[in-house]
């Protein structure tokens, strides 16, 4: 765990029931208090090496969770009114690190999909997607203000 987190992000630490048949893991309860209100669920699948970044929204939440693959999950907090304005949180989420990641509206968010198979993210928004007037405004992944390097480093 990193130690600021973003205004307004949380995380909550999936756990998984193991037995001799596989495995139980609930992701998202209503007492949890991490959605304002429900949106929709969504699932995507993305491909070893891309990078999906950025957007943010003005007036929905994001909750992210990765049940397939692994993927390097970047934020950073464009809100004018944010006491962490300019600050940017690295998150390695999927199988290997099963986590719940809560966005809030104003935080811009991307990922890079690691390893070499796909990355299946499932995600919760406060807002269902309209298509006539999209909540979604774009940065480019390597926005010299953001200025993110997405290479790994070996070392």
Known sequence: MME???EGVQVKRLVRH??????????LRDDDNLLKKFGQASMSLTYPGVVKAFHYHKLQDDLWFFPKGNAQVVLYDVRDDSPTKGMTNVFYMGEYNPILLLIPAGVAHGY??????PAI??????????????????????????????????R
Do not use: C, H, Q
């Not at 193991?18 to 992701?27: A, Q």
């Not at 309209?130 to 480093?153: L, M, Q």
């Open 121 to 154: 993210i499932v995600y919760f928004t406060t807002m269902s997607y309209n298509r006539e007037n999209p909540d979604e405004y774009r940065i480019p992944w390597d926005d010299p203000v953001i200025g993110f390097d997405w290479a790994t480093k070996n």
């Open 18 to 27: 193991v037995d001799d048949r596989g495995f139980f893991m609930e992701i």
């Open 4 to 6: 600021k987190l973003i």
């Open 112 to 117: 890079r999909v690691l390893g070499n198979e």
